[in-house]
């Protein structure tokens, strides 16, 4: 016989399922409510500032354990997933600071780790907007909360030296040939097939491990893969149509002329943040989606330290 839990969850997917367009409803209605792309802005706005000191500090870790250029085409070939059309320009910036790294010293130092920390203090206060609809809320001691941003920097950086072999790995593969009865098939396809694959699994995971670690409260892990999975396929539709929009209709550099690099970037920033919280938003709602049950007692609302 299936647990309490597990039949409650049973009940609430069986209600998605059968009403999904209240769902989704559902969900841009609490979105708004919660100023969804206000947020976005803000979470937006420091993820610029933290992303070129981030990758810094991330490529000067790593490169001493992983070549220079290896690691720079590795975070060019995904930071197209997250900037798409503007990848080229930061890492340009990024090789160009890299090439004058002896001028850095522990002030600059402390700046660049303090400045890749906003962008997940900012996320972190967005996402408790978002689920503010639990009933207990727990508020986190602020040392946690300080020490979150600098853990979420070491484990991007260790899942950058990850992928930064595994996809040398599957680019070597690629630059060979199966010779099988008299016909000749390359590897290429493949290996570019599957560099794809690991990018899409690598956003997946990362995006599961926002909604599990950030919120307070945290979710379960089924609920936090089906909100990451949802914001990949979002992303996935937008990130293709933003490429297709700078290199055919948008007029940006006309108008915003040495600033477009910066302000195409805060706009493949912002909307990839809306889907990010969007993505929170499938969670917090189906958290709460089908019927309630009127017999169970009401808990009370608290605030209070964790």
Same mark, same amino acid.
């Given at each position: ?18 009403? &999904?367009?209240?769902? %989704? ?11 969804? $792309? ?14 070129? &000191? ?6 000067i870790a790593l490169s001493h354990v992983v070549d220079e250029a290896e690691l720079l085409r590795t975070i060019g070939r995904y930071l197209e997933w997250l900037v798409p059309g503007q990848s080229r320009a930061i890492i ?8 004058? /790294?002896?001028?850095?010293? !522990? ?10 920390? $906003? ?14 609809? /639990? ?13 979150? #941003?600098?853990? =979420?920097?070491?484990? $991007? ?12 790995? $599957? ?13 000749? !098939? ?9 560099? =794809? ?13 926002? +909604? ?5 409260? /945290? #979710? ?9 999975? %949802? ?7 937008? /990130? ?15 108008? +915003? ?39 169970? #007692?009401?808990? #009370? ?6």
């Amino acid at each position: 016989m299936k647990p309490a839990a597990w039949r409650w969850l049973d009940r609430r997917a069986s209600e998605v399922l059968q009403h &999904p367009g209240t769902f %989704a409803l559902q969900v841009l209605k609490g979105f708004r409510a919660n100023q969804g $792309l206000l947020l976005a802005g803000a979470v937006a706005y420091y993820a610029l500032l933290s992303i070129v &000191p981030l990758l810094i500090l991330t490529v000067i870790a790593l490169s001493h354990v992983v070549d220079e250029a290896e690691l720079l085409r590795t975070i060019g070939r995904y930071l197209e997933w997250l900037v798409p059309g503007q990848s080229r320009a930061i890492i340009a910036e990024l090789a160009n600071f890299l090439a004058h /790294r002896n001028v850095m010293g !522990w002030v600059l130092l402390a700046t660049m780790v303090f400045f890749s920390s $906003l962008a997940f203090t900012v996320l972190e206060n967005a996402m408790s907007v978002i689920f503010h609809h /639990r009933v207990v809320i727990r508020r986190r001691h602020f040392l946690v909360s300080a020490i979150i #941003p600098y853990l =979420y920097i070491l484990s $991007l950086g260790l899942g950058l030296l990850i992928v930064t072999l595994v996809a040398g790995s $599957l680019q070597a593969m690629g630059e060979h040939q199966v010779d099988f009865l008299g016909h000749t !098939w390359s590897l290429g396809g493949v290996s570019g097939l599957l560099l =794809y694959l690991l990018g899409l699994a690598g956003e997946i995971f990362v995006l599961t491990s926002v +909604y599990m670690v950030m919120p307070v409260g /945290r #979710p379960s892990l089924w609920h936090a893969l089906f909100g990451a999975v %949802a914001a990949a396929l979002l992303w996935e539709v937008s /990130r293709h149509a933003l490429v297709w929009y700078f290199s055919t209709l948008s007029q940006i550099g006309t108008v +915003y002329g040495s600033l477009t690099t910066a302000i195409a970037v805060l706009l493949s920033l912002e909307l990839a943040a809306a889907l990010l919280l969007l993505g929170a938003q499938v969670i917090s709602e189906y958290e709460r989606f089908g019927p309630v049950d009127a017999a169970a #007692p009401a808990r #009370p609302f608290t605030t209070g330290p964790g």
